[in-house]
T-cell receptor, first 111, second 118 residues
Framework: SQQGEEDPQALSIQEGENATMNCSYK?????LQWYRQNSGRGLVHLIL?????REKHSGRLRVTLDTSKKSSSLLITASRAADTASYFC???????????FGAGTRLFVKA | DTEVTQTPKHLVMGMTNKKSLKCEQH?????MYWYKQKAKKPPELMFV???????INESVPSRFSPECPNSSLLNLHLHALQPEDSALYLC?????????????????FGEGSRLTVL
């Protein structure tokens, strides 16, 4: 069964604006990861947040994790046209071996 | 540039053909994965190898046959596929040994092999 659900499914913003994507999951997890995928390409790992962490930063990225609500958010600040891509959250359920991907958010940044 | 190399980038095959997808990594990772991705959908896990042994088979039809000849290589053998098997096939690797309760860490993906079954 699909572990992560993402919201919104698609997001269109102007360059320079911030983009926020949300992810919800169903079971307890070891960690949650965010990946980016340009059209037709492989996925690129962006950031990993462990279940005992609440917030993590990497450059223009900020990720939060609320394990009580089983949700995470990815904030991209000062977006650029090059940020146009699909973004997936991925969870590693506790007691499991698998990384399962959410449905993804398609982000379009207009120059 | 990705450190996981997949070949071929594109493959067109008939339903009676036998072909193989190949994946190679030289990062010393001991876990390797095959994912299948349909258009506008997330990647779906197919197989996981840990230390060259098949650890997970997500109930994938037998017309897909994985093989891990050594710690750097991962193959996916294809036979008697159906048109609905057309998709992007992604290979990935990770550093962590799979162990109960640990989940997986960062996955490194190749660029994928775009498969079309006629």
């Amino acid at each position: 069964s699909q572990q992560g659900e993402e919201d919104p499914q698609a997001l269109s913003i102007q360059e320079g604006e911030n983009a926020t994507m949300n992810c919800s999951y169903k079971t307890s997890i070891n960690n949650l990861q965010w990946y980016r995928q340009n059209s037709g390409r492989g996925l690129v790992h962006l950031i990993l947040i462990r279940s005992n962490e609440r917030e993590k930063h990497s450059g223009r990225l900020r990720v939060t994790l609320d394990t009580s609500k089983k949700s995470s958010s990815l904030l991209i600040t000062a977006s650029r046209a090059a940020d146009t891509a699909s973004y997936f959250c991925a969870t590693a359920p506790t007691g499991g071996f698998k990384t399962i991907f959410g449905a993804g958010t398609r982000l379009f940044v207009k120059a | 540039d990705t450190e996981v190399t997949q070949t071929p980038k594109h493959l067109v095959m008939g339903m009676t053909n036998k072909k193989s997808l190949k994946c190679e990594q030289h990062m010393g990772h001991r876990a390797m994965y095959w994912y299948k991705q349909k258009a506008k959908k997330p990647p779906e896990l197919m197989f996981v190898y840990s230390y060259e042994k098949l650890s997970i088979n997500e109930s994938v039809p037998s017309r897909f046959s994985p093989e891990c000849p050594n710690s750097s290589l991962l193959n996916l053998h294809l036979h008697a596929l159906q048109p609905e098997d057309s998709a992007l096939y992604l290979c990935a690797s990770s550093q962590e040994k799979l162990r109960q309760g640990a989940g997986t860490g960062e996955l490194f993906f190749g660029e994928g092999s775009r498969l079309t079954v006629l």
